[in-house]
């Protein structure tokens, strides 16, 4: 089956940067899209940023010009590079990720990483 290990969390004074990795393991055929998402205390889980293959990579709007995502489709692997960071971005991240499994048929899959830590303080 399919799993996902994040990495590259931790405590970052705000202005400073993370980046923040992803690894999909597993009986995987093909993966149709990977992302990022965080949830802070109290709030709901959020799209941060997706990577839709053969699509158009998309953002949160309040991670625009400061967050980049970028995979590697041969390894399984996306990460996101976190840049000029407030404290407003404190939260769990999560890794995402969608595609078919290596099955005689096919089958679809959707996983979530275990999440990992973000704190952004002084």
Not at 69 to 81: E, G, H, P, Y
């Amino acid at each position: 089956q399919v799993q996902l290990v994040e990495s590259g969390g931790g405590l970052v004074q705000p202005g400073g940067s993370l980046r923040l990795s992803c690894v999909a393991s597993g009986n995987i055929f093909s993966i149709n899209a990977m992302g990022w998402y965080r949830q802070a205390p109290g709030k709901e889980r959020e799209l941060v940023a997706s990577s839709p293959s053969g699509g158009t990579t998309k953002y949160a709007d309040y991670v625009k010009g400061r967050f980049t995502i970028s995979r590697d489709n041969a390894k399984n692997t996306v990460d996101l590079q976190m840049n000029n960071l407030k404290p407003e971005d404190t939260a769990v991240y999560y890794c995402y990720a969608s595609g078919k499994l290596g099955t005689i048929p096919l089958r679809l899959f959707e996983r979530w990483g275990q999440g990992t830590l973000v704190t952004v303080s002084s």
